[in-house]
């Protein structure tokens, strides 16, 4: 079955860094879309980045434009999320998606476009 595991959230104070990763299992991870969305308490999941299959293509929710930078490694089955400058309004539940096999909804910013989800990690960013 697929498993999707996030790790790497925790307490950090603004201007600080994280790096989370998550690493998927049971699915073909090369071929699949990635994201990052965050949800804080009493709002919506919201997108945060997304990386493609086909060529590593990212793409970025503009709060977080030159501060967080999404990877893969599909040797490993692993997509990552570095964090730098964190705000406190960083702060919230991260939880990695990813799509269908070969999907091609490059980017994609609904959560509705994402089949499977990770655990979530918590982030949180003191002022």
């Known amino acids: 079955q697929v498993q999707m595991v996030d790790s790497g959230g925790g307490l950090v104070q603004a201007g600080g860094s994280l790096r989370l990763t998550c690493v998927a299992s049971?699915?073909?991870?090369?071929?699949?879309?990635m994201a990052w969305f965050r949800q804080a308490p009493g709002k919506e999941r919201a997108f945060v980045a997304a990386?493609?299959?086909?060529?590593?293509?990212?793409f970025y929710a503009d709060s977080v434009k030159g501060r967080f930078t999404i990877s893969r490694d599909n040797a490993k089955n692993t997509v990552y999320l570095q964090m730098n400058s964190l705000k406190p309004e960083d702060t919230a539940v991260y939880y990695c998606?990813?799509?269908?096999?070969?999907?091609?909804?490059?980017?994609?910013?609904?959560?509705?476009?994402?089949?499977?989800w990770g655990q979530g990690t918590q982030v949180t960013v003191s002022s």
């Open positions: 049971g699915l073909t991870f090369s071929s699949r879309n």
């Open positions: 990386i493609t299959w086909s060529d590593g293509t990212t």
């Open positions: 998606a990813a799509q269908n096999y070969r999907g091609t909804s490059y980017g994609a910013t609904n959560p509705y476009e994402y089949n499977y």
